[in-house]
């Protein structure tokens, strides 16, 4: 993902009106991308922002989704996160620390046997398992 320097006018760019808080919002993803939930969104900003409310963060994000500058991530049917990255990329879950981890996927390598002349809108790979340091933790 390429670096966004300026949040401001890269929500006006994606025809989003750069309001306070969801430039703070925004630079919040990009700069922390653990694939956050509503929850953790609201519980890091809400010391900075205090008239900021749940309600608002998830109008946001529902805004960045729309406008396409945010992917939603639900490899769990009761936990919905957060991706400033668009691109196609696999997710993660960690089952021991619940970390939520980016890895690359090779568009050419994805076989589409079945489904070879099929519109694709959405893409998803999702993958959960223990992650490197949890495996380590546990041989010792
Ligand atoms: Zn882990
Ligand atoms: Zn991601």
Same mark, same amino acid.
């Given at each position: 993902?390429?670096?966004?320097?300026? +949040?401001? %006018?890269?929500?006006?760019?994606?025809?989003?009106? !750069?309001? /306070?808080?969801?430039?703070?919002? /925004?630079?919040?993803?990009?700069?922390?991308?653990?694939? !956050?939930?509503? #929850?953790?969104?609201?519980?890091? @900003?809400?010391?900075?922002?205090?008239?900021?409310?749940?309600?608002? $963060? *998830?109008?946001?994000?529902? @805004? /960045?989704? %729309?406008? =396409?500058? $945010?992917? @939603?991530?639900?490899?769990?049917?009761? %936990?919905?996160?957060?991706?400033? #990255?668009?691109?196609?990329?696999? &997710? /993660?879950?960690?089952?021991?620390?619940?970390?939520?981890?980016?890895?690359?996927?090779?568009?050419?390598?994805?076989? *589409?046997? =079945?489904?070879?002349?099929? #519109?694709?809108? %959405?893409? &998803?790979?999702? @993958?959960? =398992?223990? +992650?490197?340091?949890?495996?380590?933790?546990?041989?010792?």
């Amino acid at each position: 993902m390429q670096k966004i320097l300026d +949040c401001s %006018e890269y929500l006006r760019k994606n025809g989003i009106k !750069p309001s /306070f808080q969801r430039i703070k919002i /925004f630079d919040y993803l990009v700069n922390n991308p653990v694939h !956050p939930t509503v #929850d953790t969104i609201y519980r890091s @900003l809400v010391n900075e922002i205090p008239t900021l409310s749940k309600t608002t $963060v *998830y109008n946001t994000m529902s @805004l /960045f989704i %729309e406008q =396409g500058i $945010v992917q @939603l991530i639900t490899i769990e049917d009761n %936990e919905v996160r957060y991706d400033a #990255d668009t691109s196609v990329h696999g &997710h /993660f879950k960690c089952t021991a620390c619940q970390k939520v981890l980016d890895f690359h996927v090779d568009a050419g390598d994805i076989s *589409y046997k =079945g489904i070879e002349n099929f #519109d694709i809108i %959405e893409q &998803h790979i999702y @993958l959960k =398992g223990v +992650c490197g340091t949890c495996k380590s933790a546990n041989l010792q």
